[in-house]
């Protein structure tokens, strides 16, 4: 005998329309509508799966490059520019300054200027360690090597390299772009502009009974005169220490108005060791030289003593 269905069961199971409305017309639009539905979320999913890396590499990079963090450490070495660089006299890595320069106020090209370097890390870092500074031209490409020597003690009056100064000359004007290294690895890089030149005519000295043309108690040659063309013999005169001086010689020239740089003298090799001679005339070292500029005009001379420049005379070719 079969149970009789409540009353209640009955109108659940009846459709809650008067008409059947769930004809097979609107069954397939149903089935059209949700396979489109799953195709748009597939869709969806797939975009954000690919947007999302894209949006965090984004993310990434306007975190990491603000201005604070900017370091001149991933720019390929003594790269030549064109364009507009401003100065940058301090050095960050990761948001942390570990360097920073004051140049002497006023540094103009062609003349021996003072620096004093500032190292944040503590001295042991750089103790027993060789520190090289070299300087690149950004108009030119000329690269000079300014400073190197080995670390032994910290900066006068202080624990570390809080001092540290060093004293060169840099022959053309312009940008540059200044790499301290240590032990042959770029430790930091700074950009320093050098005001134009002044090209006044060196004076003379005296020293013992013979007039020097250069710097008095630095560097100076007994000038026989200028002739475009034409070499003449010149007796070079320094004075240093053997560290200084030892080494080979050689005098580059740059005309006024250019930045072209070309070679007059150069020690022989085999003697590069210790080009210069003994004292003479109240000089430490001396070295006599055959020289030749191409053209008339003002010339600056540039002295170098094993690669590093020495103060630059300025003299007049007739």
Do not use: C
Not at 270 to 291: E, I, K, Q
């Amino acid at each position: 005998m079969t149970e009789e269905k409540p009353y209640w069961a009955k109108g659940m199971a009846e459709s809650p329309f008067s008409d059947k409305h769930f004809t097979p017309q609107l069954k397939n639009k149903v089935l059209i509508r949700a396979s489109a539905a799953r195709s748009k979320s597939r869709f969806s999913t797939i975009a954000a799966a690919t947007l999302l890396p894209v949006a965090i590499v984004l993310f990434v990079f306007v975190i990491f490059t603000n201005k604070d963090d900017l370091t001149f450490f991933d720019t390929p070495t003594f790269e030549v520019s064109t364009g507009s660089v401003a100065e940058q006299k301090q050095y960050y890595e990761h948001g942390r300054l570990l360097l920073s320069v004051s140049p002497q106020p006023d540094a103009r090209a062609g003349e021996m200027n003072g620096y004093l370097f500032h190292f944040e890390e503590p001295f042991e870092n750089f103790s027993g360690k060789t520190m090289t500074i070299q300087a690149a031209h950004l108009g030119t490409g000329l690269v000079e090597t300014v400073s190197s020597e080995i670390i032994k003690e910290p900066s006068s009056g202080y624990p570390g390299l809080e001092r540290y100064a060093v004293r060169f000359a840099l022959p053309l004007d312009g940008m540059w772009r200044i790499d301290v290294k240590v032990n042959d690895s770029i430790y930091g890089k700074l950009m320093l502009h050098m005001q134009k030149p002044s090209w006044e005519i060196t004076p003379l000295f005296q020293s013992d009974v013979y007039w020097l043309h250069g710097i008095e108690k630095k560097i100076g040659f007994i000038d026989a005169g200028f002739i475009a063309g034409k070499s003449q013999k010149y007796m070079w005169h320094f004075w240093g220490t053997d560290e200084q001086l030892n080494g080979p010689f050689e005098v580059k020239a740059v005309k006024e108005g250019s930045d072209n740089i070309i070679k007059v003298f150069a020690s022989n090799p085999l003697s590069s060791a210790n080009a210069l001679g003994g004292p003479l005339n109240g000089a430490d070292r001396v070295l006599p030289t055959s020289m030749m500029l191409p053209e008339t005009g003002r010339w600056r001379l540039l002295p170098y003593v094993h690669g590093q420049l020495l103060d630059p005379i300025v003299v007049d070719v007739k």
